[in-house]
């Protein structure tokens, strides 16, 4: 594992729609070859933060208004979507965004458009990740919109890797799945990770699985990076725990009212 | 009792010999409505925007064909000059008016084609005139007996409504086609099913749209041409067209086949409606209303038509 960043993320500060502040104050660095996972609850501004990487922010009428990021070493900030997958970063949209009219095999065919493969590499692409996920192997022709929320997922990661990513940014992959399903998720994540060196930086707010696959972490909230560590440093902080984990300790209620945890401003 | 005995006789005179031929002759003639509705689907299958504005391109393509054939172009020579303008013309509105507008409510887009239409209209007749032109492609109008080729089918076909049905026909499967079997056409389909996805993915909007413009540019012209020979170029085209919508409704708002099928429906129905039922309703001339009761009642019994996607939602 190097220590080039493949993802460098400097004070970023997202608006939505001209007026609401959703990030203020992120930074992260994925390295090349890392798996980085961000936790957060519900409008912490994961999904903003990962959006601002893929440019898809712009789809939602948000807009990066301050801070860099950077890519490869070189400022995002002029480049569209389709830019950003050309370098190779994809992003697995939360709530899997399967185009549910197109079947299962079409809806991995649009992956590949990014890369002017051939026939041949197309196939060979298809296979691999039929060989990944042979669950959906068998419903090649099933409408995506059809497929279970696993399968969904599934085919969400598969149409990724059909652009060959160097980076992936995958957003709540356990979003509504089962237990059995979210672990085959994150085992094709640390497959892909250590076959194929494929980057990952994964938003989550079930933190107990991805600190288990991750290398580092990041905890967000209000639009902010609170905390950033080493899974296991974090898996041992008694605020993540009692944030994300549960238990920790008994938590007597009379002085939560008044517990604040600490928030350090962002050097 | 009188509107009773009249309605028997109705459907006694509708399953006769003549009551086919008004029934082909009606399918026949409703394709005319299908080559509209083709332009309509595609701008709607891709970015879900009601296009209001495809009557005027209609009319702004079969103006500018004919004022060129008028000051002596040749036929073919004016033909590939309208359709660079129309593929112009559509690149135009998707560069300036779709695509700043993109990612906003979809009702903003529909009022940008409203604006579109407003525009274009005056534009034709800036540029042009606003005068009444007539068009002749040789396309034969003269009936022909179906009995020629199948011996006890005794009924009479226009040529012209033939030649129609060959052309949307053609359009229909070619589209088809490339919807089903290209990569442009699956990215197009990819868009149209979800905008954030096949970003995500890579998918070029702006280029994907650009052609979508195009085309409809193109097929707004093709269909322009056949109803200018048929009507005459004036401004009662763009209003025409505007059956194209019961067209659409009924074939499904996302289906190409659809158009084709709706057509024949909403021209059969038409004709059948007028010629038998007209006296029942109180005289000539319901088709006018009579295409937009078909769809509604379609409608009812199936919301996204006969083809059209129907929202896939998982329980």
């Not at chain 2, 003639?29 to 309509?40: N, P």
């Amino acid at each position: 594992m190097s220590n080039t960043p493949v993802l460098a993320v400097n004070n970023i500060e997202a608006v939505y729609g001209g007026a609401i502040l959703a990030l203020r104050g992120v930074s992260l660095t994925v390295n090349k070859g890392e798996v980085v996972s961000l936790l957060g609850a519900n409008g912490a501004g994961k999904t903003t933060t990962l959006k601002a990487c893929s440019r898809l922010l712009g789809a939602e009428r948000g807009e990066v208004t301050k801070g860099v990021i950077e890519l490869n070493g070189e400022d995002i900030s002029k480049l569209n979507a389709f830019d950003i997958v050309k370098q190779g970063v994809v992003q697995v949209l939360e709530g899997r965004h399967i185009f549910s009219h197109l079947n299962v095999e079409e809806n991995l065919l649009t992956g590949s458009f990014i890369k002017n493969m051939s026939r041949a590499e197309v196939r060979r692409s298809l296979d691999y990740v039929y060989e990944l996920f042979p669950r959906i192997k068998s419903r090649i022709k099933t409408p995506g919109g059809l497929c279970s929320g696993g399968e969904q997922q599934m085919i969400a990661v598969g149409r990724a890797l059909m652009a060959k990513p160097s980076l992936i940014l995958l957003d709540e992959p356990s979003m509504g799945l089962a237990p059995q399903f979210i672990e085959q998720i994150f085992e094709i994540v640390k497959r892909l990770n250590e076959e194929e060196g494929v980057s990952f930086l994964v938003s989550e707010q079930n933190a107990m699985v991805a600190l288990r696959y991750a290398t580092v972490g990041y905890v967000i909230e209000n639009g902010r990076v609170v905390k950033r560590g080493s899974s296991k440093e974090l898996l041992e902080s008694t605020d993540v725990a009692e944030m994300y984990l549960g238990g920790g300790k008994d938590v007597s209620f009379d002085e939560v009212k008044y517990y604040h945890r600490r928030q350090p401003s962002f050097v | 009792m009188e509107i009773l005995a009249s309605l028997v006789t109705a459907f006694a005179d509708l399953f006769s010999l003549f009551g086919l031929e008004v029934f082909v002759g009606g399918m026949l003639s409703g394709i005319m409505y299908s080559l509209v509705a083709i332009g309509f689907v595609l701008v709607y299958k891709s970015s879900g925007v009601f296009n209001f504005a495809q009557g005027t391109m209609l009319l702004f393509a079969a103006l500018t064909f004919v004022s060129l054939t008028e000051r002596q172009v040749n036929f073919w020579v004016a033909f590939a000059i309208t359709c660079v303008v129309m593929v112009i013309i559509g690149l135009i509105i998707e560069r300036t008016v779709m695509r700043p507008l993109a990612n906003q409510d979809l009702l903003s887009l529909f009022m940008a084609t409203v604006g579109v239409n407003y525009f274009l209209e005056g534009l034709a007749q800036g540029t042009w005139d606003s005068a009444v032109h007539g068009v002749e492609l040789g396309i034969p109008t003269d009936p022909v007996f179906v009995s020629e080729v199948i011996p006890w089918l005794d009924i009479l076909v226009s040529k012209f409504d033939g030649f129609a049905a060959a052309v949307a026909l053609g359009m229909v499967v070619g589209l088809y086609l490339f919807f089903q079997y290209t990569r442009t056409g699956l990215s197009l389909r990819a868009v149209s099913d979800d905008h954030m996805a096949s970003q995500a993915v890579g998918i070029p909007l702006a280029k994907i749209w650009a052609i979508v413009w195009a085309v409809t540019g193109i097929i707004c012209f093709i269909a322009g041409l056949i109803w200018a020979d048929r009507l005459s170029v004036s401004f009662t085209l763009t209003w025409a067209v505007l059956k194209g919508l019961p067209v659409i409704l009924i074939g499904g708002l996302t289906s190409i086949p659809g158009c084709l099928v709706g057509g024949l429906i909403i021209g059969a129905s038409e004709k059948i409606g007028e010629i038998f039922f007209a006296d029942v309703f109180g005289g000539q001339g319901i088709e006018h209303w009579w295409a937009y009761l078909t769809a509604l009642v379609f409608i009812l019994i199936r919301p996204t038509g006969i083809f059209g996607e129907r929202d896939i939602e998982r329980i």
